[in-house]
């Protein structure tokens, strides 16, 4: 691999060896492909922290290129210590042929998320079913039987932690009112779980209300914390590319939101409420800023999509309709302010 970048102050790359390989589910079928790459050496890559492992998402299925990163980037905004994938736009070659746009992102991986690895409580899961009605049943993982909650950290058979996440959901399920609302906190900040429901909200992500994270706690003493991961069903795109009107995702069907706000456990509902009314008046929630972070991201890529729709044209097979990158971003304006208008009406009726 070799790497370029108009920044003066970053290390180019010249053909060092890598290794990487196809990535994603159900993105897979589509002819332009995610992959993970890992380097020989850790290296800065479009002003990001210095790393060995990347991962280049297409954004095939979102031709605005903005729905991940608009997303990551406003939950951080939310606070600063929420975790998400840093991310940047690339372009890539491959054999010296140009085959594209991407976006190029951080791994969520233990040293990303800062976790203590001496202490056996540390672990990583990526979208580990815990907040799915047991009732429903949900299928394994089809690379590992014997892991359920797709355990990243630890080896599986060096520390296997699928018994502490199954406790986990039957709490969530099944525990006492009593006992729920007094040691809720012992495995979630529901500051944190507000901001991570006043997201899904916002952007109507209906796939990422059980999924679309990474579960992981650092250490012995601290709560489970979620970090984002896959956004580009969002802000009136479902991840098939169908448009979704704004309104009210099913958000009832996660188990942890659903009891939180039918048992209004330590006056959730309130907090969400008031949470979302701070982050209106702190100008974060406001079309007038979601407008400014889309139009950022538009600044950045409109010298560069072109080049990539002739490779990999817009009115193709998997796609809805034939709207182009500017269309997507009018688009995604649009819709922006009637979606915050309809969460805000929904959850002064909650």
């Not at 196809?22 to 002003?47: C, M, V, W």
């Not at 098939?240 to 456990?265: A, C, Q, Y």
């Amino acid at each position: 691999m070799s790497y370029v970048s108009n920044d003066p102050n970053i290390d180019h790359i010249y053909l060092q060896k890598i290794r990487a390989k196809a990535r994603g589910g159900a993105s897979e079928d589509y002819p332009k492909h995610n992959f993970t790459i890992e380097l020989e050496n850790k290296h800065q890559l479009a002003g990001l922290e210095n790393e060995d492992d990347w991962i280049l998402g297409a954004s095939f299925i979102d031709k605005s290129f903005t729905r991940h990163k608009l997303s990551f980037d406003l939950f951080k905004l939310f606070n600063d210590e929420h975790e998400v994938p840093d991310c940047e736009f690339v372009e890539v070659y491959i054999n010296f042929k140009y085959h594209g746009l991407y976006i190029l992102m951080e791994r969520m991986d233990s040293k990303r998320l800062e976790l203590n690895k001496r202490d056996s409580a540390a672990c990583i899961f990526k979208e580990p079913p815990v907040f799915v009605d047991p009732k429903i049943k949900v299928n394994r993982n089809p690379y590992k039987g014997n892991d359920f909650y797709h355990q990243k950290f630890p080896d599986l058979p060096i520390n296997n932690k699928s018994q502490e996440i199954k406790e986990l959901r039957e709490f969530i399920n099944y525990a006492h009112d009593s006992l729920f609302d007094n040691d809720i906190t012992l495995f979630f900040d529901l500051d944190d779980i507000i901001d991570w429901h006043i997201l899904l909200l916002i952007t109507h992500n209906s796939d990422a209300v059980v999924k679309g994270f990474y579960l992981y706690k650092k250490e012995s003493g601290r709560p489970f914390k979620l970090a984002l991961w896959d956004y580009n069903n969002s802000f009136g795109r479902d991840n098939d590319n169908e448009r979704h009107f704004p309104g009210i995702i099913n958000w009832e069907k996660n188990m942890l939101l659903n009891r939180l706000v039918n048992s209004n456990t330590q006056g959730y509902k309130d907090r969400l409420k008031n949470r979302f009314v701070e982050l209106v008046e702190s100008d974060i929630l406001t079309t007038e800023n979601l407008a400014f972070m889309v139009d950022e991201n538009h600044r950045k890529l409109k010298g560069f999509v072109k080049k990539n729709e002739k490779i990999w044209p817009v009115d193709a097979t998997p796609f809805y309709d034939d709207a182009d990158f500017e269309d997507e971003i009018i688009f995604i304006n649009k819709w922006i302010p009637v979606q915050l208008k309809v969460v805000s009406e929904y959850l002064n009726k909650l």
